[in-house]
Every structure is written in structure tokens, then in C-alpha cells.
């Protein structure tokens, strides 16, 4: 696919680095996301100059090719040796094959024919051998025989590399961690001469189906290939973000946006388990047998995945800002699907929960806001900035039906405040489905619309919105930043977060009830939920279900077990009859001590 290019120019920080901002476009063989240099090994075989040796230099070149031989087969029983356990055995065996190859009597005895009678160089006879194989072989219709001469060109390779000094490589002495660019998709340079593998791989050319993918796949090295004009657009020393979720690589990018992938990288590099840890065993339980369920909170794949690996059965809140921030226009519909169909196959049995775009006029994005609003916490944000601008609803919309299709879709909607907002995106959902239909394409089988509880009229209106709901989500940081009428990032009223407000109980209270009343599920998400006393007092309350983000899950699982529900209780009968927060305090610091437990 051609090149995008965006006109961000490159921010400070990023010395050395040519501007660019070209964004790339390739097919996924591994997904993953990446940020690193770029390693160019644009070598090539056919590009071997054809140099000839004296006659006396000929046994020289012979004993280069023994030399060259042994050094290429210890290698590849090395990176044997330690992948041992890490891949699949099936895709391992691919090394077998190269070590075959270094050891093949027709192999070598076609060099050294060329060697002999010709008086090539070791260089430019390996590169004959190569290139007569590869020719014959893609003739055929096999693909067994087209992939044996991938395989035969790898080893080539391996056995010239071998030649070559570290430092010759760019290696020795330099960055051993970084993207790969090259212009096919090869097992050799998937590693370093210290064996070790590469961050992530982006090729020009490249089959999905070849021995190279495959291992990009076992190893999990994120990995786009088909990328056209890479060699052209990609330097070396280039700063990449490799997104190969998303199919993207990134040239050069703007600090906005590395900035947003920033913390995606960091999620990423995080280790992740294979083996689910010994305290994620969900539901959990307090210390007396109530049942609580934690879901995930996530706002990036590798954050699903982690969840994934958990165990959790849910994602309860996916938050979708990330795209829609990345760039100065609106990500396409194909691109937002993508991302989404993503999203499900990461999370795997989990059942997944997008929230739609949720931005006010201080994230600075033009196609939603011509320009920031004196109070954005008060302007167009959520279903507002969205009713506001239908085009990127719909588009929104359509995405995520068109990734959900076969299966159910579940949606929330942000920041709503009367049930006309939550009809008017059911109406515009409908008729995104009716267009979708029309056009042939599959729909989702199940549809379940729900809404954020994060405005006090979404409060005082909950019992209708749930009606018309099909399940809730409460945002509680933004909640109590409404009903106390105090900027959660203002320092000076910081005071007024420290503790949960008996008034908040109490609203929050209410809505638990009305669920419970109503059948409907409640999710209760936010930062503030890992404060000490938070948690333990909307348990008492009746809340069952919370989203938190991986980071933070292990500790709030160690609390819950540590709590005793009768305790929680009675302390939020105790606080909910509190007229200030210095009240609440005092008449429930009696039971933190076995809420401390579990920390």
C-alpha cells in the first residue's frame, strides 16, 4: 500500500532524527506494537558484486567456505538450543532445515565448483548458487519448493553474514535492540549476531505463509510486511512506531504522538506470564464468601492482553481515545475496525465493552472541536461532542459493527444526561446497521447499548436511563468531580478526593439499588477506586462488579480477601448517615484496619 504522509513536523527531543511523519501501511504477520530505532539490512544476494580470485587465492576461498560453514552451523545449534521451549517444537524444526542446507553435498559442492573452475569469490559464488536455486524453484508450482528456496537463500545468507565482522554489521558497539527494515522477511536477520531477537520487523516484500512468519509468530516479534516504498521512506537511525495491530508503521512521528503510543510501548514491555499467577483466580472472594467480580479497564491491546492472560472473563471498558488522538484527521472506518476486530481477538473469551469516543475541546481535536471551550468539563464532551459532529458517531458505529459481526457488540455511551441523548445514538446505530445490511455486509448478532453514569442528571435520572439500557457503567471519578463541583486536577480542592464524600455514598447508593431493582449490570470503573477506603465502602454499599486497569488488579484483589462484607456493611450504614467527610472519617476508622490487610 502507498504511504501516507501527515504533515506533523518532528518536536524537540528527537535530534538527529530526519522530520517526516509518514505513515506506512503493511499486512500483519505478528501483531504487537513497538518504538525503536531503525536497523536497516537492505543486503541483498543478487546485488553481490561478481569478483574473481587469482589462481592462487582459490584454496584460500575454499578454506573460507569450510571456515564460513562451521561458524554458520554453531549459530543455528545455538538459536537451536536456546528457543528450545520458547516456540512451538513444529516451528523450531525450521532450524533443522537451515542445518540440513549447511550440511547439503550439492549445496556445497556447487560453490566450490564455481570456486574451482571459475575462480569466484566465496561471496559471489554463494550468491550464484542462491540465485540459480531460487530461480528454478519459483518456476514450479510447489509452494513446498518455493518456500525450499526461501529456505536455501536464508542460508546463504547466514554463511556471507558469517563472513562479516560485527562491526561490519552496524552490531558491535551499537544498538543491539531495534526495528528491523528490510526488504524480505528473513529468519536470519530476525536475530543479531548475539542470537538475540530483534524488537519488531517491517519488509517490503514478504509472504504471510512463509517459515519466517511463522517464526515471527512463535516468537512473537511484531511484524508487518508488504510495505511499500519502505526502503525509500525509512532511514537508517530513523525514529519507528510499529503498531502491527494495526498494520502501521510510523516514520519519524510528532512527541504528541509518541507520546500516546508511549504508554502502550510501556504495557507492552511488561512482562506477561503464560502461566496465570496463583492469586488471579476470579471471581473473587471476601474473607467471609461474597462473590466479587473485577473485569478489566483497558485503553490499549497490550492492556487487553494482560487481562487476557489473567483469566478475567471481561473487559468491561475499553476506552477508544487512542486513535482518534494519534492523528490530525479522524482515523478511517476501515482503520477503526480494525483496531476493534483486534481488540476482540486479544481478549480472546472475554467479552469486551467500547466505550465510544469520550474528548472535550482540551484534547484540541479540530474534526470534533473548532476550538477549545472556556470550561471543557462543561462543554461538548462525551455523546454531547458526538451528537455534535454525527459523521464521527457513525463512523464510530460502523466500526464496531463491522468488527463485531457473528458475535455481540457491546457499547457504552459517555457522559450522557437524559434518555433523549441515549435515543438519539440508538436511532443513529439503527440506521448505521440498515446501511451496512444494504451493502451486504455481516452484522453483529446482538447488539447491547448501555451509558456512563458520570453527570448528577444521569443520576437523578437513573431509574429511566436504565430502563432503556441494557447495562451501566459508572464513572466515579468524574461523578464525584460533578457532584462536588471540584476539578479532580486542581490541587487546591484536592482535599475533597481524599476520602469518599457521604453524599456520594449516598447517591451512589441509590444507583446500585435501582440496578439491582432493574436487573441491570453495573460496572463501576476509576483511579479512585484504589484508595484505601473506597473500594471496601462501595462493597458495602451492594457494588459487585469493578474494571480496573492490569497494573493495579493484583493489590485490589488482596483487599477484597482480606474484607469481611458484615464489617463493610455496617460501616457504610455508619458513614451514609455522615453530614460532612471529617464525620464519615471518624465513624468509620474502626474497620481499616482489616481493610489494611488485604494491601
Not at 529468519?187 to 517490503?204: C, H, K, P, R, Y
Not at 483487599?559 to 451514609?576: D, F, G, N, P, T
Request: proline share 4%.
Amino acid at each position: 500500500m502507498a504511504p501516507e504522509t501527515s504533515d506533523t513536523a518532528e518536536g524537540p527531543g528527537a535530534a538527529g532524527a530526519r522530520p517526516g511523519g509518514a505513515v506506512l501501511r503493511g499486512s500483519v504477520v505478528a501483531p504487537g506494537l513497538v518504538l525503536g530505532a531503525a536497523h536497516r539490512k537492505d543486503f541483498e544476494l543478487a546485488h553481490v558484486p561478481v569478483a574473481r580470485v587469482a589462481a592462487g587465492e582459490v584454496e584460500r576461498e575454499l578454506n573460507r567456505l569450510r571456515k564460513a560453514l562451521d561458524v554458520a552451523r554453531k549459530q543455528v545449534e545455538a538459536l537451536r538450543a536456546r528457543l528450545e521451549g520458547r516456540v512451538r517444537e513444529d516451528d523450531a524444526r525450521v532450524l533443522d532445515t537451515h542445518l540440513l542446507y549447511l550440511k547439503d553435498s550439492v549445496f556445497i559442492a556447487d560453490v566450490e565448483k564455481l570456486i574451482l573452475t571459475e575462480q569466484l569469490s566465496l561471496e559471489a559464488a554463494i550468491a550464484r548458487v542462491v540465485g540459480d536455486f531460487d530461480r528454478i524453484f519459483r518456476l514450479v508450482e510447489s509452494e513446498t519448493l518455493r518456500q525450499s528456496a526461501v529456505d536455501l537463500r536464508d542460508v546463504g545468507l547466514r554463511v556471507l553474514r558469517s563472513l562479516e565482522s560485527a562491526s561490519k554489521v552496524g552490531e558491535e558497539g551499537g544498538v543491539k535492540r531495534y526495528v528491523l527494515i528490510a526488504r524480505e522477511l528473513s529468519i536470519v536477520d530476525m536475530f543479531n549476531v548475539e542470537n538475540e531477537s530483534v524488537l519488531g520487523i517491517a519488509t517490503e516484500d514478504g509472504a504471510l505463509t512463509s517459515h519466517a512468519a511463522v517464526f515471527a509468530r512463535s516468537m512473537r516479534i511484531p511484524t508487518l510486511v508488504g510495505i511499500e516504498g519502505l526502503l525509500d521512506a525509512v532511514e537508517e537511525g530513523d525514529f519507528l512506531i510499529l503498531d502491527a495491530s494495526e498494520g502501521v508503521l510510523r516514520v519519524n512521528p510528532d512527541e504528541r504522538v509518541r507520546a500516546q503510543y508511549q504508554q502502550q510501548g510501556d504495557a507492552k514491555r511488561a512482562p506477561v506470564s503464560s502461566a496465570r499467577p496463583e492469586w488471579a483466580r476470579f471471581p473473587v472472594r471476601t474473607r467471609d464468601g461474597q462473590p466479587v467480580h473485577l473485569h478489566g479497564a483497558c485503553g490499549n491491546l497490550p492492556e487487553v492482553e494482560q487481562c487476557a492472560s489473567l483469566g478475567q472473563s471481561a473487559i468491561a471498558l475499553y476506552r477508544t481515545e487512542l486513535l482518534f488522538l494519534v492523528e490530525k484527521e479522524p482515523p478511517s472506518r476501515d482503520a477503526l475496525a480494525e483496531h476493534y476486530r483486534s481488540v476482540l481477538e486479544a481478549a480472546g473469551e472475554a467479552a469486551v465493552t467500547f466505550r465510544l469516543l469520550n474528548a472535550d475541546s482540551a484534547l484540541g481535536l479540530g474534526f470534533l472541536h473548532e476550538q477549545r471551550e472556556p470550561n471543557p468539563a462543561l462543554g461538548r464532551f462525551g455523546v454531547r461532542g458526538l451528537l455534535a459532529r454525527e459523521s464521527i458517531l457513525r463512523r464510530q458505529l460502523q466500526a464496531m459493527l463491522i468488527a463485531s459481526a457473528g458475535g455481540t457488540l457491546r457499547l457504552a455511551i459517555p457522559g450522557v444526561s437524559d434518555c433523549g441523548e441515549l435515543r438519539r445514538v440508538k436511532e443513529c446505530l439503527f440506521e448505521e446497521k440498515l446501511e451496512l445490511r444494504k451493502a451486504g455486509l455481516q452484522l453483529p448478532e446482538r447488539v447491547e447499548v448501555g451509558i456512563v453514569l458520570e453527570t448528577p442528571a444521569s443520576l437523578l435520572g437513573v431509574r429511566e436511563l436504565a430502563r432503556e439500557s441494557d447495562h451501566l457503567l459508572l464513572g466515579f471519578d468524574a461523578l464525584l468531580q460533578y457532584l462536588l463541583a471540584a476539578d479532580r486536577e486542581n490541587p487546591s480542592v484536592g482535599e475533597w478526593f481524599e476520602s469518599l464524600h457521604p453524599f456520594a455514598l449516598r447517591s451512589i447508593s441509590k444507583i446500585a439499588a435501582v440496578a439491582a431493582e432493574l436487573s441491570r449490570p453495573l460496572t463501576v470503573f476509576g483511579e479512585g477506586l484504589a484508595q484505601a477506603d473506597n473500594l471496601p465502602l462501595l462493597v458495602g454499599a451492594g457494588l459487585r462488579q469493578f474494571a480496573f486497569s492490569p497494573g493495579v488488579l493484583r493489590e485490589q484483589v488482596a483487599r477484597l480477601r482480606a474484607l469481611e462484607l458484615k464489617s463493610a456493611q455496617r460501616a457504610v450504614r455508619l458513614a451514609a448517615s455522615a453530614t460532612c467527610t471529617a464525620e464519615m472519617t471518624s465513624l468509620v476508622s474502626g474497620y481499616r484496619h482489616g481493610w489494611a490487610r488485604g494491601g
